[in-house]
């Protein structure tokens, strides 16, 4: 990718010790065009760290090119079927919600707190479902931890932020990163700043369980977690990423490989819109050979414009006339009817793209005559497949990355007495895809019933597995049944 930028003549202000610009409102201070570098069309990371206001320091994501992140998300909203492939893969991961994976209840106290873990009033399946959308977009998800005291009562909230604000900072003489930077200048594009934009800078120090857990004060140092503001509020931040072979800071997305087809869908659907809304087409041009002025000749070009663009004005016929006369002019036809542009591409790129997602069509919502003539078996056993390849590596990635350190913190903050360690994500997969098993001898009836929709049944009977209800119980039940209808 490469980043074009032009900038304007500007003022400088001191801030401190540094230099800042100081920007006419009415002009902007950068130009950025994004666009795919054909040498570099996945940038490395960079060892550079360049320096930034209040003396911090930051890596650039990725090298020379901060703007790298805003490609990927417009790649994302471009291209149809990449979107696709990110928003089921996210229900997928983040499931249900949580439970203990030994069957036993969570504490009312904890999910209570599940119900609202901040300001926002999100509730914990929607930060899950943030985590894994940005997790699939960038690759980088910032995650924010607070934990503060009022009037005796604790508190404790979780903020997923928006990757685009941020930034890690320059790694300490180990090569560890130890904090991240949060500012609206990373998001400057085609947008002016102000004087005060270039102070507002946050820096939190990144959690890790090697660190003590003791507050150090406003400025992060190395071994502690926590900073600590004038009210007595402490934040940390998980930094959640997918790691990449030769990328030893930031992550990058699973399906970075298929970015250029992402942005090849995008264009083959812009090439047959532009041919709708802008081109030309004529079925005919009558050529009338003849010396005409500049001013006629601009009157003949605004009204073929007019005449030929536009929808309902495609393959009219065009004629061209002039005072100087007609001798030797010419009929040109020409051939309206074009081949559907880029069809078989476009089918091309759409596999590449969910490959490189490690997902499937059919998953993602893309159903083809080949697939539904399968049966529900085919489509039962692909979900098996990538549920073991695919959606429980994610979650347990998750859990041990991201929500165990968080139930971890939140635990000994709030005094919860869940065991941390057993809790999981609760799948909403249907265990009827378990088509190779026999699941009766560990299926009780209420979780069949839960995987149906059904309420569950409050006698003896629904804590029962499926194999402790023999055939003949079966039949018998189906009888007095049946009996009890008539």
Not at 84 to 109: P, V
Not at 147 to 174: A, I, M, Q, S, T
Not at 237 to 244: E, G, L, R, S
Not at 298 to 305: L, R, Y
Request: charge should be positive; proline fraction near 3%.
């Amino acid at each position: 990718m490469a980043i074009k930028k032009t900038i304007s003549k500007e003022k400088t202000s001191t801030i401190g010790n540094k230099k800042s610009p100081v920007v006419d409102s009415k002009k902007p201070l950068l130009t950025n065009k994004l666009e795919l570098s054909p040498s570099t069309p996945i940038p490395f990371e960079g060892g550079v760290s360049f320096s930034y206001v209040n003396d911090s320091r930051y890596i650039p994501f990725l090298q020379g090119q901060t703007n790298y992140g805003e490609l990927l998300l417009e790649s994302r909203l471009l291209s149809v079927t990449h979107n696709a492939c990110i928003n089921t893969k996210r229900n997928y991961f983040a499931g249900s919600g949580f439970r203990q994976s030994d069957g036993t209840n969570l504490s009312y106290n904890m999910l209570e707190w599940f119900k609202s873990m901040n300001l926002k009033d999100q509730n914990i399946l929607q930060l899950s479902k943030k985590i894994f959308d940005a997790f699939l977009t960038y690759g980088n998800v910032p995650i924010e931890i607070i934990r503060f005291n009022v009037l005796g009562v604790k508190h404790c909230f979780v903020y997923v932020h928006n990757f685009l604000e941020w930034r890690l900072g320059k790694p300490n003489d180990e090569d560890i990163v130890t904090y991240a930077l949060q500012s609206k200048l990373f998001l400057k594009n085609n947008i002016a700043l102000s004087e005060e934009d270039y102070k507002l800078v946050k820096k939190l120090p990144l959690y890790s369980s090697k660190n003590l857990d003791k507050s150090a004060g406003l400025v992060p140092r190395e071994g502690y977690n926590w900073i600590t503001d004038k009210n007595g509020v402490e934040r940390t931040m998980i930094w959640y990423k997918n790691d990449y072979a030769g990328f030893e800071h930031y992550g990058l997305p699973s399906a970075v490989s298929g970015l250029i087809y992402q942005n090849l869908e995008y264009k083959g659907a812009r090439f047959n819109l532009d041919n709708f809304d802008n081109n030309m087409v004529v079925s005919a041009i009558l050529a009338l050979k003849g010396s005409i002025t500049q001013n006629e000749a601009n009157t003949i070009g605004k009204e073929a414009i007019r005449n030929h663009t536009g929808d309902g004005k495609r393959g009219r016929l065009m004629v061209v006339a002039s005072e100087a006369g007609i001798d030797g002019s010419d009929l040109h036809t020409m051939d309206t009817y074009k081949e559907g542009s880029y069809k078989e591409s476009d089918l091309h790129w759409s596999e590449k793209i969910i490959l490189a997602n490690e997902w499937d069509a059919v998953l993602a919502g893309i159903m083809s005559p080949s697939s539904l003539g399968k049966g529900s078996g085919f489509i039962t056993k692909i979900l098996e497949i990538k549920k073991n390849t695919v959606v429980k590596p994610a979650q347990n990635d998750a859990m041990l990355n991201v929500w165990h350190k968080i139930f971890s913190i939140a635990s000994k903050w709030l005094g919860f007495k869940d065991t941390i360690g057993t809790i999981e994500i609760s799948d909403w997969i249907d265990i009827s895809g378990l088509t190779d098993v026999d699941i009766t001898p560990a299926v009780t009836v209420n979780e069949v019933r839960n995987a149906k929709g059904l309420p569950d049944d409050k006698s003896e009977k629904g804590k029962k597995y499926l194999g402790e209800l023999g055939a003949d119980q079966k039949k018998g039940v189906y009888v007095k049944e049946t009996k009890a209808k008539d």
